[in-house]
């Protein structure tokens, strides 16, 4: 791939890939000399019944590739390892507008933060702690790492403050 291309008209056109290589797909595409994107976001999911952040990716199974057309061959996308080929309508390949890709780019290698709140009123469940099992009304963040929530408790509702992580939702 034509270094100057890449800043010249290029277009970024999104790749198909196989599931969960995405990664896999990005080396190998970069190995070959494409500029390659693969926006990435971080969560928090509960595995093996721990809370831990996981970083994966934003749009599971697709890519982003900067091709020129004409200049550019795409024929290799097809056999790379990890990949399935661009993401085509009919014969065409489609370009992803640019509104879409500026803050996909400007995330650069970093990734997204996603960060679970909840709302006030907001139903949800306590999956640990004295209180685990039990469903309550979710009322306000206190701190980093701690929230208020309702529990009824004795017929009535009470305000508890619960570790922000044993929250999920109901």
């Known amino acids: 791939?034509?270094?100057?291309?890449?800043?010249?008209?290029?277009?970024?056109?999104?790749?198909?890939?196989?599931?969960?290589?995405?990664?896999?797909?990005?080396?190998?595409?970069?190995?070959?000399?494409?500029?390659?994107?693969?926006?990435?976001?971080?969560?928090r999911k509960r595995?093996?019944?721990?809370?831990?952040?996981?970083?994966?990716?934003?749009?599971p199974g697709y890519l982003f590739v900067a091709l020129v057309l004409g200049v550019d061959d795409p024929a290799p996308i097809r056999s790379t390892i990890g990949c399935h080929g661009l993401v085509r309508n009919g014969?065409?390949?489609?370009?992803?507008?640019?509104e879409v890709m500026a803050p996909l780019l400007a995330l650069g290698e970093r990734s997204a933060d996603a960060i679970q709140g909840f709302s006030f009123g907001e139903k949800v469940r306590l999956e640990a702690g004295p209180f685990a099992g039990l469903e309550a009304i979710f009322q306000m963040p206190k701190g980093e790492d701690r929230a208020q929530v309702l529990i009824a408790l004795l017929g009535q509702p009470r305000p508890v403050v619960v570790d922000a992580r044993n929250i999920g939702p109901a």
């Open 1 to 43: 791939m034509n270094e100057n291309s890449a800043h010249q008209s290029a277009l970024w056109y999104a790749v198909a890939t196989k599931p969960r290589r995405e990664a896999d797909a990005r080396l190998n595409l970069a190995r070959q000399g494409y500029s390659v994107c693969l926006p990435q976001i971080t969560l």
């Open 47 to 59: 595995r093996r019944g721990q809370w831990s952040l996981v970083t994966e990716a934003m749009f």
């Open 91 to 98: 014969l065409e390949a489609v370009p992803v507008p640019n």
